[in-house]
């Protein structure tokens, strides 16, 4: 199972687009595509490329409010100004493991409480 699947449903984040039908399919998207983008990610911190590593988390931090995650934002701003600043690798890295915990913690549907 990858980390965007292990979240416990109590630790997960939803979308409040997810309760207007128009919008849920929209979010679905932009959740199915969260692995491809953690591994795009991985590729530019394990190639050093720093300026599309940031420029990736940016791109991170406006979908994710948009798409109603909140959560995601800071953390992947975090990640984006370590990567503009060539910031030490090891700090690089656990930012993005910051920004891997948070996304595996997002879903899209709504929440289902008993």
């Not at 795009?40 to 995650?69: E, I, P, T, V």
Request: charged letters at 25%; glycine letters at 4%.
């Amino acid at each position: 199972m990858s980390p965007v699947e292990t979240a416990k449903a109590d630790d997960c984040y939803y979308s409040p687009l997810c309760e207007d039908a128009d919008l849920t399919e929209l979010v679905q998207q932009f959740v199915d595509e969260l692995p491809s983008r953690i591994v795009q990610l991985h590729h530019c911190l394990d190639d050093r490329q720093w300026s599309n590593l940031a420029r990736y988390a940016h791109q991170l931090k406006g979908a994710g409010g948009s798409y109603g995650f909140p959560q995601i934002t800071p953390v992947a701003a975090r990640l984006e100004l370590l990567a503009k600043q060539f910031a030490d690798e090891l700090a690089i890295r656990s930012a993005l493991d910051d920004l891997v915990i948070v996304i595996s913690k997002i879903r899209a549907g709504t929440v289902h409480r008993q």
